[in-house]
């Protein structure tokens, strides 16, 4: 009995027989079909949609997942890291969905005053209009000798108003200021700096913008909502323009300034109430 039991055990596992191999092949099959559907549902466009609808309705920035607003060691700035690298190469409607929970983390947390550093300071961005498409006709050469010549300028100008350079964004600067004044007066005096620059018929056209806000150090660099909403501010410029936002214009002194209109500054990731203004010299 033993013997004939043994022998029955072998016979049914026994390799050979196509039963084995025709379900893992069924069952191969039924996973990659359900692998396609869940890729069709995680990329469909009309949910993409809904979730972006869901993002710029909800508090915080709406873009949280950016190179710019993870760049910190927040835990939800270490998270919207990992989210962002684990999306496939495609709108991942999971992935959205997990960085509006972290976009809304990060606004509770900003609202709570851990969004902000301790020391109040202007944040200056600039950068230069066209540069980009100039640049892919002039070739590197004239591209490089361009840059040079208005770096050179801008951080002289930077320095001069005791600013200082936190970096280099190719065609423009991130800088700090103890004071809005400061600011102000370097942005509108590298203007003038480089407005004698022509280099191969190009002649450049810089924007900036300021902010004041209490932005967190880390290390050399600055990061958090006012230094995104600084580089917003800089964005929403037209060439040759200077922005600033109500925080900044309330605290300086705008004789000899021409200030335009008040508006709110409709950009993604920066407050309801943010209002921003165009000044230039008279």
Do not use: C
Request: charged residues 25%.
């Amino acid at each position: 009995m033993e013997s004939d039991d043994f022998e029955t055990s072998e016979t049914l596992d026994e390799p050979g027989t196509d039963a084995g191999p025709a379900a893992a092949s069924r069952n191969s099959e039924r996973a990659r079909r359900m692998r396609r559907f869940a890729v069709r549902v995680d990329s469909h466009s009309s949910l993409l949609n809904a979730v972006g609808r869901l993002r710029r309705e909800l508090p915080g920035d709406e873009q949280f997942g950016d190179p710019l607003s993870t760049a910190g060691a927040q835990p939800v700035e270490v998270l919207g890291r990992t989210v962002s690298a684990l999306q496939p190469d495609r709108k991942s409607v999971l992935a959205e969905l997990g960085l509006a929970g972290l976009q809304v983390w990060q606004s509770l947390s900003e609202k709570a005053g851990r969004g902000r550093g301790t020391q109040e300071m202007a944040v200056m961005f600039t950068d230069l209009a066209g540069f980009s498409s100039w640049a892919l006709t002039a070739g590197d050469a004239a591209a490089l000798a361009l840059l040079r010549e208005v770096g050179t300028r801008v951080e002289t100008t930077v320095a001069r108003h005791q600013g200082r350079i936190v970096k280099r964004l190719g065609d423009g600067v991130m800088a700090t200021f103890l004071e809005p004044q400061q600011a102000v007066d370097a942005a509108l005096d590298a203007q003038d700096e480089i407005a004698d620059i022509e280099i191969d018929g190009f002649q450049p056209s810089m924007r900036a913008g300021v902010h004041w806000g209490s932005p967190r150090k880390l290390g050399g660099d600055y990061l958090g909502v006012d230094v995104n909403i600084a580089a917003r501010v800089s964005d929403a410029a037209k060439p040759g323009q200077v922005l600033v936002s109500e925080a900044v214009l309330d605290r300086i002194d705008t004789g000899g300034l021409r200030t335009g209109r008040s508006k709110r500054l409709r950009a993604h990731g920066t407050p309801r109430d943010l209002h921003v203004v165009r000044i230039s010299r008279d």
